[in-house]
Nanobody
Framework: QVQLVESGGAVVRPGDSLRLSCTSS?????????MGWFRQSPGKQRELIAQ???????TVADSVKDRFGIFRDNDKNIIFLQMHNLKVEDTAVYYC????????WGRGTQVTVVS
């Protein structure tokens, strides 16, 4: 069964940067799939914040525009979320998945921004 694995989360201060990574279990490449980064804060629904097509066309949500970027390394089957100027409201568990959300969700990676 396919497994998604997110990593890179940490406890940081406002204004800091982080890079999150996402990969999948061997034999389950997502290099030909559109992928997204999602996040979920306590009490809120999971939301799509950045997406990348298999041709690397990207879109980011207005809430993170100009601060977050998504990119991929298809040779290594990795999706990245580069986050700059983090804010307290960015605190959430971050997940990756296919854009149609059909793959099982991974455990996510926790990003906590504390002042």
């Amino acid at each position: 069964q396919v497994q998604l694995v997110e990593s890179g989360g940490a406890v940081v201060r406002p204004g800091d940067s982080l890079r999150l990574s996402c990969t999948s279990s061997p034999g389950n490449s997502f290099t030909r799939k559109g992928m997204g980064w999602f996040r979920q804060s306590p009490g809120k629904q999971r939301e799509l914040i950045a997406q990348i097509s298999y041709l690397s066309s990207t879109t980011v949500a207005d809430s993170v525009k100009d601060r977050f970027g998504i990119f991929r390394d298809n040779d290594k089957n990795i999706i990245f979320l580069q986050m700059h100027n983090l804010k307290v409201e960015d605190t959430a568990v971050y997940y990756c998945n296919t854009l149609d959300r059909r793959w099982p969700w991974g455990r996510g990676t926790q990003v906590t921004v504390v002042s």
